[in-house]
């Protein structure tokens, strides 16, 4: 453990950072999963708004930091072939 303020403010910090980069990246796995239930299910108007809803969120997490801006578009790009199948 830390034995100066400042460290231990960061390292209170950091951990506050991390649940929130977790959060975001898990909603976008979430919104993924939900993408590929509703394409295997055949419908189509779920499945246009479920990718709008996962486009929506990895913007925002590529936004805040949670992901890299090119690892964001390969997950939109997948999601957008993922949705043409349906």
Aim: aromatic share 2%; glycine share 4%; proline share 0%.
């Amino acid at each position: 453990m830390a034995n100066i303020a400042s460290q231990e403010k960061r390292i209170l910090r950091t951990e506050r950072e991390r649940e929130e980069n977790r959060r975001y990246t898990s909603q976008v796995k979430t919104s993924f999963r939900r993408l590929r239930d509703a394409v295997d299910a055949g419908e189509s108007e779920r499945v246009e708004t479920e990718q709008r809803l996962l486009a929506s969120r990895v913007d925002k997490a590529v936004r805040s930091g949670a992901l890299h801006r090119n690892s964001g578009a390969r997950k939109k790009a997948r999601a957008a072939r993922l949705a043409r199948r349906a």
